[in-house]
């Protein structure tokens, strides 16, 4: 993406861009012996597109005169123009220490954390480079895909949008924004931003899809399965795509059509242990405890990090008075959701049947504590 390609400032340059004179101001600062390398070898140096020269070139200089800002600030973007982010990051923040005015290098350190996926630690220098140059969409853009990043959604919103909104054809920027609506709850404007890609890319399945779950967040169901019904369409092997528009099936009590849709997920892949588990819950809520038992079975076997299977067959083995099965099964339920009742009443429920009041008491207790808790938020 073009964001990515940054426009680095050197140190020696000047705002005409000529060397000459800083160059001969650095010279007359720092003395160094004879056959130490000088400011004047890493520029030569650079002028080749020499990186790897340049950077140690800039080493002897820092180690001749550790007080040189300009020259750890060359130093980290000699390095980064080898890829060597890790190891230009330090340099930065020194000259940044030595002199914290010194132009773009907040940028550039930004760069550096961001190219090696460091969200976080890109954003308090990306977010100073914006403050120092509010007209740099570099910086700007940069920032918004930090907080992106560091899954923090509502903030990458605020500053994404401005950009996006004067840039409308950039695809990729578009889509991060529309996903930070998404993924900050904000559907209104979510749905916005992936109507505009669909303008664009008519058969993007991922548009379509997050649209889906745009409508999807505001229980608009109808929209929600016609926008899965049209990825589905562009691509039937999508995977994960059944599971998606059966799941909304699903949460309309429209059980024959989620049906549907998971068992067309399963075909295109048998292992899917979320599309077992709703099958199963689908069979418990039909009260076929035998299959619900060996979908639920499946599921868990594929994934134990599935909260509506272990629950559920903990309900099923409680029904067929499997009671030290349907304990196992309530308890891995409640780790994977320790605040949610229903797993708890189902545990004393189970309890009191194997005629342990004591523990069946305690597990009554926490469901009416966690009810208590619910009605005060």
Request: charged share 25%; proline share 5%; with cysteine.
């Amino acid at each position: 993406m073009g964001i990515h390609k940054s426009r680095h400032f050197h140190p020696f340059t000047t705002s005409t861009g000529t060397r000459a004179p800083m160059l001969a101001l650095v010279v007359s600062l720092v003395a160094l012996p004879a056959f130490s390398q000088t400011p004047a070898d890493a520029l030569a140096f650079e002028g080749n597109s020499q990186w790897a020269q340049a950077a140690e070139a800039w080493r002897m200089v820092v180690k001749q005169n550790p007080h040189d800002a300009g020259a750890f600030a060359s130093l980290g973007l000699d390095l980064a123009r080898q890829g060597k982010y890790a190891e230009a990051v330090p340099a930065y923040k020194q000259a940044l220490a030595l002199n914290p005015k010194l132009p773009g290098i907040e940028l550039n350190l930004g760069l550096a954390e961001f190219k090696q996926g460091h969200f976080a630690s890109a954003i308090a220098p990306l977010r100073a480079a914006s403050a120092a140059d509010p007209t740099s969409v570099q910086a700007r853009a940069l920032l918004g895909m930090s907080y992106y990043g560091a899954n923090r959604f509502a903030e990458a919103v605020k500053v994404l949008k401005p950009i996006s909104d004067q840039d409308p054809g950039n695809s990729e920027l578009s889509e991060v924004l529309a996903r930070s609506c998404l993924k900050s709850k904000d559907y209104p404007c979510a749905q916005a931003q992936f109507r505009k890609i669909l303008e664009r890319s008519p058969d993007s399945v991922a548009a379509h899809v997050l649209l889906a779950e745009a409508y999807d967040g505001l229980h608009q169901t109808d929209q929600a399965i016609a926008e899965y019904e049209a990825a589905e369409k562009i691509s039937p092997r999508e995977p994960s795509l059944h599971f998606e528009l059966g799941y909304v099936y699903w949460e309309a009590h429209r059980y024959e059509e989620a049906k549907r849709e998971f068992e067309t997920e399963l075909a295109n892949d048998p292992a899917s242990p979320q599309a077992l588990a709703y099958l199963g819950d689908i069979e418990l809520e039909r009260n076929n405890l035998d299959e619900a038992a060996s979908l639920l079975e499946k599921a868990t076997a594929h994934s134990r990090d599935l909260r509506i299977a272990a629950l559920d067959l903990g309900t099923v083995r409680m029904q067929q008075k499997q009671y030290p099965a349907a304990v196992k099964a309530l308890q891995r339920a409640i780790e994977l959701d320790p605040d949610s009742s229903d797993a708890h009443y189902r545990l004393g429920r189970v309890y009191q049947a194997m005629g342990n009041k004591a523990a069946a008491e305690k597990e009554f207790a926490k469901t009416r504590e966690l009810h208590q808790k619910l009605q005060k938020q």
